[in-house]
């Protein structure tokens, strides 16, 4: 098979930067890494400032991208915030959710991502009636996913309920399968192929019946997929789980067989500390989206104790405030600082592992986030001459990535050992800007 050879200025083989490092790689992997190579070999592509693996983005609500802006203006809470939310998503259809999506996994593209958790619960036309496909508005996304040429973890989502025994609400028809029977049903019919990773989710506690959870936990349990879950984003959801079932969300997916090495919590904001024990003891994972978090106001996580006690981290963009995913590995120890009023929770490396493997590990692939040898060919390298990151020496080039970089300083983005993004410009997007504006614009009122 050929072997293509990438010369990278600087590399972040963690934990540390090395100047002069060629990457070999054969059929989308990496099978050589070779430190020291003053000069790029003779036909090697030249990757200029800092490459790291490749971004994950371990939760994404594609079409929340179409709300930016518009939910930033005045007041209001997480819950008027949902209802903004209701009326957009109503307004989806399989072919404008693929245009949207495109646009939004070729602007993750453009920022460093590789690979996108979508925790998907758009499964049907609004008034509820499945599509001829049930899983149209599924494939819709594996197919945007394809087009802008990252991968997809499609996290099905299980939502069933409006609220502890309320049947679904008018808007919320679209995204119920009923049962967790005929949820598993549907699912069953998605199929993973090149890229392309099928996992599970439970939406909340509040929208999954408990003695459906084990339903959904098993679906995932038997085909070895990833399981997520929307946890304790908000107090009113605890408040609301503790008036029906006596305990927290998070005793209450313990007692259920919902936690375990293979599922992440998300946000998992307000936890007590027998919650942060369930999670860490099981190894279930923690996604913490910070940037959505103080969007929302739902506060600070407990991500320090919950890494201690065993919990590994990932991050998301969420609700697509922003997608930048050096912004979410910075905010996590920014938001740390202000909570706690001390310093130094992570290194840079740290917070890079979390953007990196850690995130890759969250969505099932867990052979990607490195450079080295086997590991999937995906890496994105950031310029280090911008206005953000030019002046400090080579040597901290991690720490001004993380520190000071953006999304907008990723130069080149390469998955499964082939360029996305060339010197800034997506192959096969060219202008993802129009993209984003025009498949908006379709949704609005």
């Known amino acids: 098979m050929p072997v293509t050879t990438y010369w990278l200025e ?15 790689v054969t059929d989308g992997r990496i099978t050589a890494v070779r430190t020291g190579t003053g000069t790029p070999p003779p036909g090697a592509t030249v990757l200029r400032g800092l490459t790291i693996p490749g971004l994950a983005n371990a939760h994404s609500h594609a079409f929340h991208r179409a709300l930016r802006g518009s939910v930033q203006v005045g007041s209001g809470t997480f819950w008027t915030w949902r209802d903004t939310m209701y009326r957009t998503a109503a307004r989806l259809t399989p072919d404008s959710y693929h245009a949207l999506a495109l646009a939004v996994y070729a602007e993750m593209a453009l920022a460093g991502i590789t ?11 609004p008034g509820g009636i499945p599509y001829a496909d049930p899983n149209a508005m599924g494939e819709a996304l594996i197919a945007a996913a394809g087009e802008a040429g990252i991968r997809i973890t ?12 309320e049947p679904p609400s008018r808007h919320q028809r679209r995204f119920s399968d009923g049962t967790a029977d005929a949820w598993a049903e549907r699912a069953a019919g998605l199929k993973e ?7 599970a989710a439970v939406h909340s506690v509040r929208a999954v019946p408990a003695d459906q959870l084990a339903t959904v936990a098993q679906w995932a349990q038997e085909r070895g997929a990833p399981l997520h879950v929307h946890l304790s984003e908000q107090t009113a959801e605890n408040d609301a789980c503790r008036a029906a079932h006596g305990r927290t969300p998070t005793r209450l997916l313990a007692d259920h067989g919902v936690l375990g090495p293979d599922t992440t919590g998300v946000h998992n904001t307000h936890l007590t500390g027998e919650d942060i024990e369930l999670l860490g003891g099981s ?3 923690t996604c913490m989206c910070p940037t ?3 969007d929302l106001a739902d506060g600070i996580g407990p991500a320090v104790a919950l890494q201690r006690a065993g919990s590994p ?5 969420d609700s697509h405030a922003v997608i930048d995913l050096l912004e979410e590995a910075r905010a996590l120890e920014l938001d740390e600082r202000l909570r706690s009023r001390t310093r130094g929770h992570w290194t840079a490396a740290a917070l890079l592992r979390a953007a990196t493997a850690g995130g890759h590990a969250a969505l099932g692939v867990p052979d990607a986030g490195r450079l080295e040898p086997g590991a999937r060919a995906d890496f994105a390298t950031i310029a280090l001459d911008t206005v953000r990151t030019a002046g400090p020496p080579a040597r901290l080039a991690a720490e001004t990535a993380v520190f000071a970089g953006s999304a907008a300083d990723v130069r080149h983005t390469v998955v499964a050992g082939r360029h996305v993004v060339r010197d800034g410009v997506h192959d096969r997007v060219p202008d993802v800007p129009r993209a984003l504006a025009e498949s908006i614009a379709a949704l609005r009122d």
């Not at 499609?154 to 025994?165: H, Q, W």
């Not at 192929?193 to 996992?199: N, Q």
Request: without cysteine; hydrophobic residues 40%.
């Open 10 to 24: 600087h590399a972040w083989l963690d934990p540390v930067v090395e100047p002069g490092v060629a990457l070999e």
């Open 115 to 125: 690979a996108v958790g979508e925790f998907h619960y758009l499964h049907h036309n």
């Open 154 to 165: 499609l996290l099905d989502t299980a939502y069933l309920s409006a609220g502890f025994g």
């Open 193 to 199: 192929r090149e890229g392309v990773r099928i996992g």
């Open 283 to 285: 190894s279930t994972g």
């Open 292 to 294: 959505t978090e103080r």
């Open 313 to 317: 981290l990932s991050l998301g963009s």
